[in-house]
């Protein structure tokens, strides 16, 4: 392991040598409708195999990302435990309090999130639960190729980001944890290098974006906290009781049990499931060796599978929704309402949070494939305003594909008020602080019968 340690070192100084570099390359050129593009139609969006003559005008765009790689959470799988040499190297993988200050300098978080070893949110302590140099450099990599598609393809967003009234253009919103935090600034950073941004005529100074973020207990970007809506704790421990899980789940769970017991145990362990994928797939990142010998790429790949069948269930049950993303989905919605009815709002508005921000959000767009998202994963929702049928349309792009929006039988763009009718049941109620109450005096907002981790 210590082996293992020095060569990573090693290789996170390569890192930092290049770090804050990646994203320029990118960028090149964006903007520039003669480098690699097939068109000049400033804002309009391509569609089909004629994109000059498409009626089809991009009003406003939300991209709800899930952060990057990031250290482990779980101290503790079955029989195995984080030790003092992991702890080591998990630290060697995150960046310095230099390279946050920096990352921050542009893109300002009020609350000093992205500084603190720990999150006002976070359930961890340092090192663990953190995003790491390549998560900020996934991070990154997606802000570039937003920039790509949004100032270069489409000359939907400026080049450059202007000094003033920079809330105009971007506004930006995360959940309140150092690793949600940090990951968004990486995404700004690609999307609008120091080098894209204006320059205040009288004071010189660059335009920043600033971080919007609640705090836990007000919040729902993790996509429905028990310690918010109590009732979520009881609606997903009757449902995931109530479920008839598959046989090859039952076998994928039965296998990670054997994996995570000592030799010589008298039985298998209990293995919380969740945990034993996260950190995993973290080692697996991070080129470690498994948790265990039987704890194989397969056995992995078929316990995220039924974590993320889990998480596709609850976020099929229409109170669950509405409880637990209903409120996000209220506020994309409204922010369209805004924009498509003259009222004005940011050309982009982006959303930094989990994976149980992003599975919950698919299922309710009807967008949902059973796999676990991962890092970096992201959904964009564009509003388009359709000229010559004087109407507004919503699209879907779900990591840089288009999809197939609530039920509909092609990724073509659907009529707002389509949309917005068939998510309707799935939107935040008008009396959601009264059904979040919890019925039974033991729903204290710890998680349900199955698991509820914001990874």
Avoid at 376 to 389: C, I, K, N, P
């Amino acid at each position: 392991m210590r082996r293992e340690a020095s060569f990573v070192l090693l290789v996170l100084a390569a890192w930092a040598v290049t770090d804050g570099k990646g994203a320029k390359e990118g960028s090149k050129g964006a903007g520039k409708c003669d480098v690699g593009y097939s068109h000049c139609s400033p804002r309009r969006l391509l569609g089909g195999d004629a994109p000059a003559e498409s009626s089809l005008v991009l009003r406003q765009v939300v991209v709800v990302h899930r952060h990057g790689d990031r250290t482990p959470l779980s101290l503790k799988v079955g029989d195995w435990e984080q030790s003092p040499e992991l702890e080591e190297f998990w630290a060697s993988r995150l960046p310095s309090q230099d390279t946050l200050a920096r990352w921050g300098e542009l893109n300002v978080d009020p609350t000093g999130t992205n500084l603190k070893p720990r999150g006002e949110s976070s359930s961890t302590s340092w090192p663990y639960g953190h995003l790491t140099m390549l998560g900020a450099d996934q991070l990154r990599t997606l802000g570039s190729r937003l920039r790509e598609r949004y100032v270069g393809l489409l000359s939907f967003l400026p080049p450059s980001l202007p000094a003033k009234d920079s809330a105009s253009i971007l506004q930006v919103r995360s959940t309140r944890y150092p690793r949600t935090i940090n990951s968004v600034v990486n995404l700004l950073l690609g999307l609008y290098p120091a080098d894209s941004r204006g320059a205040d005529p009288e004071t010189g100074a660059r335009a920043t974006v600033h971080i919007h973020s609640e705090a836990k207990a007000d919040d729902y970007l993790d996509g429905g906290s028990e310690d918010s809506c109590p009732r979520l704790k009881e609606l997903r421990e009757s449902l995931d009781k109530s479920l008839s899980v598959p046989r090859r789940f039952l076998d994928a769970q039965a296998n990670v049990r054997r994996a995570m017991t000592r030799e010589g145990s008298p039985s298998p362990v209990n293995v919380s499931y969740i945990r034993a994928s996260e950190v995993s797939i973290c080692h697996a990142s991070h080129g470690l060796p498994p948790l265990s010998a039987g704890m194989s790429p397969s056995v992995v790949g078929g316990v995220t599978d039924f974590n993320a069948w889990i998480y596709g269930q609850r976020g099929a049950d229409p109170e669950i929704s509405r409880l637990g993303i209903g409120p996000l989905l209220s506020d994309i919605s409204g922010g369209f309402d805004a924009v498509s009815g003259g009222r004005g709002g940011a050309k982009m508005r982006v959303f930094s949070g989990h994976d149980s921000t992003l599975m919950p959000l698919l299922v309710a767009l009807g967008a949902y494939d059973d796999k676990w998202p991962p890092y970096a994963s992201y959904v964009a929702l564009e509003l388009l305003y359709d000229e010559r049928g004087d109407r507004h349309l919503v699209r879907g792009i779900y990591n840089g594909q288009p999809v197939k929006l609530l039920g509909s039988s092609t990724p073509s763009p659907m009529p707002l008020t389509l949309f917005k009718e068939k998510l309707l049941p799935r939107m935040k109620p008008a009396d959601w602080a009264a059904l979040c109450i919890a019925q039974r005096e033991d729903a204290d907002g710890k998680c349900g019968g199955g698991e509820v981790v914001v990874n």
